[in-house]
């Protein structure tokens, strides 16, 4: 990986050995942090790095986001098929409250990665924080989420709860099971158009959504 240009001051990309760290400037307008932040990831980001994949984490400073704004620089990140969104660090708020009610209280967070031949295996909510690689199984009573690449078989609600949701970063499973539904993905999902989604059963089908949508679908229920 080439050194990066620091050129401007809204937008800070840093190589470290595990990958990219984003450091956005917390004091300007968000407009003018989008709007840099997506020229920097434009054409000539393309000389700074090769076609294998990047981490990404993203340092917010003291800056707060709302759910459609981690959505909106999620998908910006993503439009580059090589770099994958591992982290967005924010100040905390009130919205970490809701995240934390999400998963309850029975709530893993499990750092690294699930390589082939591995399974994983959870009673309850299960926070994962790395990747999840083809051939690579993580089982959950509850709800998934994947702060990584889901590559591998995702199973939630698998002691027969199908309010239980799958939702990753980058969802690129060889397959999706939630209670006892199961479901193999579209070819479309390989093309990784959409990035933060996540997974749910109405009214018995497996269907997608974008992950903004999620808090909305957890207060209906």
């Known amino acids: 990986m080439k050194k990066l240009s620091q050129n401007s ?7 470290t050995r595990d990958g990219l760290v984003f450091i956005m400037d917390d004091q300007c307008e968000y407009v003018d942090l989008i709007s840099e932040l997506t020229e920097k990831l434009g054409a000539s ?3 700074f ?8 984490s993203v340092k917010m400073g003291n800056r707060t986001l709302t759910e459609q704004q981690r959505y909106e620089i999620a998908v910006i990140i993503g439009r580059r098929s090589n770099l994958l969104l591992k982290s967005i660090e924010v100040a905390p708020t009130a919205g970490d409250e809701r995240i934390e009610q999400l998963l309850g209280d029975n709530v893993m967070i499990h750092r690294g990665t699930v ?14 924080l790395g990747d999840i690689n083809p051939g690579g199984t993580v089982i959950v009573t509850g709800d998934l989420y994947v702060m990584g690449a889901l590559r591998g078989l995702a199973h939630a609600g698998s002691a027969g709860n199908e309010q239980a949701v799958i939702a990753a970063s980058h969802m690129f499973p060889t397959q999706l099971r939630i209670a006892g539904v199961i479901s193999r993905p579209p070819d479309e999902w390989v093309k990784a158009d959409v990035y933060m989604e996540f997974a749910y059963l109405d009214d018995g089908q497996m269907k997608i959504d974008k992950l903004s949508n999620l808090f909305k679908r957890k207060q209906s229920l």
Not at 9 to 15: A, F, M, P, R, Y
């Open 115 to 128: 390589r082939s031949g591995q399974v994983l295996q959870h009673e309850g909510n299960l926070l994962f």
């Open 49 to 56: 790095v090769d076609d294998s994949i990047v981490s990404v």
């Open 45 to 47: 980001f393309e000389k």
């Open 9 to 15: 001051h809204l937008v800070t990309i840093k190589g």
